[in-house]
Nanobody, 120 residues
Framework: QVQLVESGGGLVQPGGSLRLSCAAS????????MGWYRQAPGKQREFVAR???????NYADPMKGRFTISGDNSKNTVNLQMNSLKPEDTAVYYC??????????????WGKGTLVTVST
């Protein structure tokens, strides 16, 4: 089994910053990419950012210039630094990993999510 555990969510005022972290553990052979998605109330889950095992990153357009994703391959962790937060960034943020497990299955895994609320 593989587990993804997120941390770092919370309440922040507009214009503020938060840093999310995610750690993957369990029956992992290799990780191809890790990233973040989010789901706002009443909306579908959407892509936020991704980092591959060679360090390549990509972001959804609304996050470019405000969010920065980073990772540590040796620790199977990914972080999301979120700056200049807006009320519309309020959502549950989910960690995602695309990896090969020890049974050699290529799988998508999700964390349980962490709530980010941007409000006065």
């Amino acid at each position: 089994q593989v587990q993804l555990v997120e941390s770092g969510g919370g309440l922040v005022q507009p214009g503020g910053s938060l840093r999310l972290s995610c750690a993957a553990s369990g029956s992992i052979l290799s990780i191809n990419s890790m990233g973040w998605y989010r789901q706002a109330p009443g909306k579908q889950r959407e892509f936020v950012a991704r980092i591959t095992n060679d360090g390549s990153t990509n972001y959804a357009d609304p996050m470019k210039g405000r969010f920065t994703i980073s990772g540590d391959n040796s620790k199977n962790t990914v972080n999301l630094q979120m700056n200049s937060l807006k009320p519309e960034d309020t959502a549950v943020y989910y960690c995602h990993a695309f990896l090969v497990d020890t049974s050699h299955y290529v799988m998508n895994y999700w964390g349980k999510g962490t709530l980010v609320t941007v409000s006065t």
